[in-house]
């Protein structure tokens, strides 16, 4: 069975550097995706991401920029418990969730994603602009490196189980057969 992923970028490309998930969905959509990975750019579009989270995932990996105190153009992934995301107040801002909102907001709503990640550059400036700094442009690729490496991850485990479900397959066909590895009485 294949396991079920959405990769989210988010943000204002209208805002500098908070276009940073935004444009790293985009160089991922350009690429070919595993099976049961679906890439999106949500782009300031919080409450429709929320809503695409209530069909489901067990994987679920937000690319967003985050001020977290790193030098400008850090990529950093962080394990998210949307546990730890309980709503404080209502969301008022319905095109400017932060990643808190958007698991605030989906657990009102009796959602909950599976496995979740943040995929986080450091900004430099999220002035009122088009385009991202140099340094966060410069980590572009990077990030796309990082959410390739989480999907391969997810690929290999899949791989393995597939090939364990194959050999119990194969043992409970043999189990019946002289000489099968369920034959009794050897």
């Known amino acids: 069975m294949t396991e079920r992923t959405l990769v989210a970028g988010v943000g204002n490309v209208f805002l500098g550097d908070d276009g ?3 444009e790293v969905a985009r160089l991922l959509a350009e690429r070919p995706q595993p099976d049961g990975v679906a890439v999106a750019d949500f782009g300031i579009r919080g409450v429709h991401l929320v809503y695409e989270l209530l069909d489901g995932y067990d994987l679920f990996v937000l690319i967003d920029a985050a001020p977290r105190g790193c ?6 992934v ?3 418990e949307p546990d730890d ?8 801002d319905g095109h400017g ?3 808190d909102d958007i698991f605030a907001l989906l657990a009102t709503m009796g959602g909950r994603p599976g496995r979740s990640l943040l995929v986080a550059c450091e900004p430099a400036d999220v002035s009122a602009r088009m385009g991202l700094s140099e340094p966060v442009q ?3 690729p990077h990030a796309v490196r990082a959410v390739e490496e989480i999907l391969g991850q997810i690929e290999q485990k899949e791989g393995v189980r597939d090939a364990a479900q194959a ?3 194969g043992g409970a066909r043999d189990a019946g057969r002289p000489g099968g590895s ?3 009485g050897h």
Request: net charge negative.
């Open 97 to 99: 969730l932060a990643p």
């Open 167 to 169: 050999d119990d397959a």
């Open 20 to 22: 940073f998930g935004v």
């Open 182 to 184: 369920g034959a009794a």
């Open 71 to 76: 030098e400008p153009g850090t990529v950093t």
């Open 78 to 80: 962080l394990e998210v």
């Open 138 to 140: 410069a980590a572009l």
């Open 85 to 92: 995301a309980a709503p404080s107040a209502p969301v008022m």
